[in-house]
């Protein structure tokens, strides 16, 4: 690798300002659902509470001059990027005589942020770029009913995707004509829509209704729902997009810089001075055609379509492994250097470790005693047991200060980026069998039905008698009847025999069923998606195959006591410390997005209900009954119910105050946390600390606390992003490797000129376009109300047959060929002819 610039890889870490949500080369996979159970949305960020965000604005006034424009050298440009009209006003940004005329607004300064954030003119809100549409832009409204648009690159005013910025209300006047023209047929729609909402939602308890009040509510609301706010960036609080980013270099003949086109379309072109290029690249650049380079945003001056900037680093050839997945960690700055001897100081030297004394005189022996245990009342002793990992990660030494920053570890598909050095992930805090280790532990006793009758929290000991996979347990629960051998499981306690292990994993089932059927039945919500999951060579670690991953009953028994510590954790601790808790919150769909969502599924007589998490799940789940292809229906409808869901956040009870917001809602309760991950996840490990603080003392401000929840959930985001990065890369490749690639997809979304598609076998979402499509004669866009259509039509490869006809709306079935397209690790959704799909 080629070193280029003056800083080290080290040092750009050090340089940490936040988080980006790049788009790479494919599609994205839009949601997830975690495996504790929280629905999780990567592109409807979260956005912070306007309490918690003030807190930047306090924090940037010593430095606020560096929000002002910096002059930056004449250089001529090469080419723009599409630019907007500005809404700002034009003789403001005109300039002394001489000096270049102002494209961008300039920044407001602190003092008139902070009172146009008090009086209500301004709004702050973290800044989500269409990845697919990069001139649209939106940051969540205050009352998080609907976003706030900002249309074209200049009402950015030099923001980048993540970024926490604040905006102002652009007047009316200053809208295109036809954004809030409505038909009246359309907005008499809306007005049903809302009215049939409002007939499903509960009204709360010991409120009179008024009904006299219904229509004028909604009709007042109906400005609201059918037009969206404009706004334009006026300052930027806090720069969370990294400012790196992966591209390609271009030589311009007589200019004294080069163009770096960065991969991501919503970042802006940005010159590099020629002094700053490899050496090389002015004699030969074609032979730097191909290769990927990462340039740092350095400035963007109000006066130019482009930003400047300095190369950090040659990554290598496009296209491959290794130096794409270098360049996906340091643009969302995940930090994977080696751990320093500092860090690794702070563990004990001597292996194997034996636990001390004096913590066996501390804590509760459960080695020889604690296992499933069958009561004579016909009732369970069931424990969950977490490697104590706060025991081994000091409070404030270089450790727990490395594993605060990283926060959570970061899962590819080829490798762990760990939060915590090897030595404790794999030997000190991972439970092996027949040794003895340090937990934290909550036990209960259980009926069958998994109602809790008691329950304990703790420090203890324990040693496991069997480690078992997720497929040892799974063919466990497959063949109840079966006497396993020793062979066809792993090494396990001699004192334990395999019958007994059997029969507690049988037992966990029976309960974890029961408990499960249970929370649905109280309301929960699962939005179950495919997970695509790859067979790696194990030398190469290039991708041999890819296949849908299977989620079993085992996992699902796993999960349903995880999430039954995790709530335990979250009441002990708010009772113990109802100001200063670490906890996880859900807030309930977008508003506006979920209305928009119910008024497509009643058009299309769908039986969709999104009240409640609890009535969506279970008219998700019966949507589709005796409806031909109701799998593939599911999935897409499953698609669509995501869009509008939050993002579950940390947050400290004392911060944020008002408990009714703490409720999680996916998982329907009132508290939750997370409690079972302290390897991989510091939120857990500050619950560890809070639950043994109950036990004793405690050394944390509530600030100390929100202020490592807001890092968390940042760093949970870029976790989440890099995972999905690492997945469309690789398949990416494989598409290369192994295509063209062919498979069912449905229609999830229709368009005037393109639709998407979810290629079922792959799990991967594609945009088809039409003026793409090979043997399209033409294709015309029909709407009624929320339903969007397109019919296409074939030429015929008949000259004496007519042209076929084919309808694309939403859930229709189509076939596709991946197939890999010129540039590296891009691939396309090519459409397939009906008549070929027919000959098959």
């Known amino acids: 690798m080629e070193k280029l610039g003056t800083r080290s890889a080290q040092q750009d870490f050090e340089r940490k300002q936040g988080v980006s ?12 659902t975690s495996h504790d159970g929280d629905v999780e949305s990567g592109e409807e960020l979260g956005s912070l ?3 918690e965000s003030k807190k930047h604005l306090k924090q940037q006034k010593k430095t606020k001059d560096s929000n002002k424009d910096v002059t930056s050298k004449e250089t001529d440009s090469f080419v723009g990027l599409p630019i907007a009209n500005s809404p700002v006003d034009k003789n403001k940004n005109k300039g002394p005589r001489g000096a270049k005329k102002h494209i961008f607004e300039s920044y407001m300064t602190f003092e008139e942020v902070s009172h146009g954030l008090k009086r209500g003119e301004l709004i702050q809100g973290q800044l989500r770029i269409n990845p ?11 009352d998080d009913a609907r976003d706030i648009f900002l249309d074209g690159i200049v009402t950015r005013n030099r923001a980048l995707n993540g970024d926490i910025v604040v905006v102002r209300l652009l007047p009316r006047e200053q809208w295109k004509d036809d954004e809030c023209m409505y038909s009246d047929t359309q907005k008499e729609n809306i007005v049903q829509t809302a009215q049939k909402k409002t007939d499903r939602m509960p009204r709360p308890r010991g409120v009179v209704e008024d009904q006299s009040s219904d229509q004028d509510e909604l009709l007042r609301k109906l400005q609201n729902i059918t037009c969206t706010d404009k706004g334009t960036v006026v300052y930027i609080v806090e720069k969370k997009h990294s400012r790196a980013v992966t591209g390609f270099l271009k030589f311009l003949p007589d200019k004294p810089f080069a163009m770096f086109s960065p991969v991501d379309h919503r970042v802006p072109r ?3 001075l020629l002094a700053d290029c490899p050496q090389d690249f002015i004699s030969r650049p074609v032979d730097f055609a191909v290769t990927l380079f990462i340039c740092r945003i350095t400035n963007w001056a109000a006066d130019s379509n482009f930003a400047e900037g300095q190369l950090a680093k040659t990554l290598g050839q496009a296209g491959e492994i290794e130096p794409e997945t270098e360049g996906i960690l340091i643009e969302y700055e995940v930090d994977f250097s080696e751990f320093s001897d500092e860090v690794l100081n702070c563990l004990p030297k001597n292996l194997p470790w034996t636990i001390p004394a004096e913590q066996m005189r ?13 009561l004579n009342t016909g009732n369970f002793e069931v424990g969950v047991h977490i490697a104590d990992v706060s025991y081994f990660v000091g409070e404030n030494n270089a450790l727990d200060t490395i594993a605060g920053q990283r926060a959570t570890s970061v899962y590819m598909v080829q ?29 209960w006793i259980l009926t069958p039905q998994g109602e809790i009758l008691t329950q304990w929290f703790g420090r203890s000991v324990i040693c496991s008698c069997v480690k078992l996979s997720y497929d040892d347990a799974q063919s466990m629960i497959d063949a109840p009847e079966k006497i396993f051998t020793a062979e066809e499981l792993p090494p396990s306690d001699p004192e334990h025999p395999i019958d007994e292990i059997h029969q507690a994993v049988l037992n966990l089932h029976s309960i974890a069923k029961n408990m499960r059927t249970s929370r649905f039945t109280a309301g929960s919500l699962r939005l179950d998606q495919l997970k695509l ?4 060579d194990k030398e190469t670690m290039m991708p041999q195959g890819c296949y849908i991953y299977e989620y079993k009953d085992s996992n699902k028994l796993v999960e349903e006591f995880m999430l039954l510590a995790n709530t335990a954790a979250a009441i002990h601790i708010h009772k113990s410390f109802p100001q200063l808790s670490l906890l996880r919150r859900h807030p309930p769909p977008k508003a506006k997005m979920a209305d928009e969502l119910q008024e497509l599924c009643d058009q299309l007589g769908i039986n969709i209900d999104l009240s409640s998490a609890g009535s969506l799940h279970n008219s998700l789940n019966t949507a589709f009954d005796d409806v031909e292809n109701a799998d593939y229906r599911k999935e897409v409808l499953t698609h669509m119910c995501s869009k509008p869901m939050q993002m579950a956040l940390y947050f400290c009870s004392g ?14 309760v009132g508290l939750y946390t997370h409690f079972t991950s302290p390897i991989r996840r510091y939120a857990d490990l500050i619950v560890h600390r809070l639950l043994a603080a109950s036990l004793g003392d405690l050394g944390l401000s509530k600030e100390d606390v929100q202020k490592q929840a807001s890092h968390c959930n940042d760093k949970k985001t870029v976790s989440k992003r890099v995972q999905e990065l690492s997945s469309e890369l690789f398949f990416g490749v494989y598409v290369k490797d192994c295509g063209p690639l062919e498979s069912k997809a449905m229609v999830m979304g229709v368009l005037d000129q393109s639709f998407d598609v979810l290629v079922l076998q792959y799990a991967v979402q594609k945009r088809v376009y039409c003026k793409s499509v090979p043997g399209l004669k033409s294709f015309h866009h029909h709407k009624v109300g929320k339903k969007s259509e397109l019919t296409l039509v074939w030429s015929s490869e008949d000259p004496e047959k007519a042209p076929v006809e084919q309808e694309i709306a939403l859930f229709t079935l189509v076939e596709v060929q991946l197939k890999a397209d010129g540039a590296p690790m891009k691939y396309s959704a090519v459409l397939k002819r009906p008549e070929e799909i027919e000959s098959h």
């Open 655 to 668: 911060v944020l105050g008002d408990e009714p917001l703490f409720s999680h809602y996916a998982l329907n």
């Open 362 to 374: 501390l804590r509760k022996d459960l080695r020889l005693c604690h296992r499933l245990s069958f």
């Open 533 to 536: 999951a790859f067979a790696l």
């Open 21 to 32: 949500d790049r788009q790479r080369w494919g599609q994205r996979r839009d949601t997830a």
């Open 270 to 272: 940005i010159n590099i």
């Open 49 to 51: 509470n306007p309490n």
């Open 415 to 443: 490798k762990v980026i760990p939060m915590l050095p090897r030595m404790l992930c794999e030997e000190l805090c991972s439970l092996n069998p027949l040794t003895d280790r340090l937990t934290f532990s909550v036990i």
């Open 132 to 142: 697919k549409k990069y001139h649209e832009a939106f940051i969540p409204s205050p």
